[in-house]
Nanobody, 123 residues
Framework: VQLVESGGGSVQSGGSLRLSCLAS????????MAWFRQAPGKEREGISC????????KDADSVKGRFTISRDNAQNTLYLQMNSLKPEDTAMYYC?????????????????WGQGTQVTVSS
């Protein structure tokens, strides 16, 4: 399984971005996908997870009401719509996938990772 993120960039506080993650390979084994982020000097944080089959989602409190995870199985693509961005959202954002129905925000639960896309929010 290969994951390639795109859509990162620089935006002012209050702005929006949409991240994409194109998946390829043996996708029939993938049941859950998620977005994580890591700011300099901080641990990688799970922010949103989605189950591919039924689109059940789980979000971190820090992004509830601002970020929305979604997937397009026909396009093998995972999305993260980010609205009302804040400077503290600045981080490298990673796409992750796992062959499990248990959709979590724990980075150790995920097997496959993309290379990341940088998001920078200025005040």
């Amino acid at each position: 399984v290969q994951l390639v993120e795109s859509g990162g960039g620089s935006v002012q506080s209050g702005g929006s971005l949409r991240l994409s993650c194109l998946a390829s390979g043996d996708l029939y084994i993938i049941y859950s996908m998620a977005w994580f982020r890591q700011a300099p000097g901080k641990e990688r944080e799970g922010i949103s997870c989605i189950r591919r089959a039924d689109a059940w989602t789980k979000d971190a409190d820090s992004v509830k009401g601002r970020f929305t995870i979604s997937r397009d199985n026909a396009q093998n693509t995972l999305y993260l719509q980010m609205n009302s961005l804040k400077p503290e959202d600045t981080a490298m954002y990673y796409c992750a996938a796992v062959a499990s129905w248990s959709c979590s925000l724990n980075r150790t639960d995920f097997t496959y990772w993309g290379q990341g896309t940088q998001v920078t929010v200025s005040s």
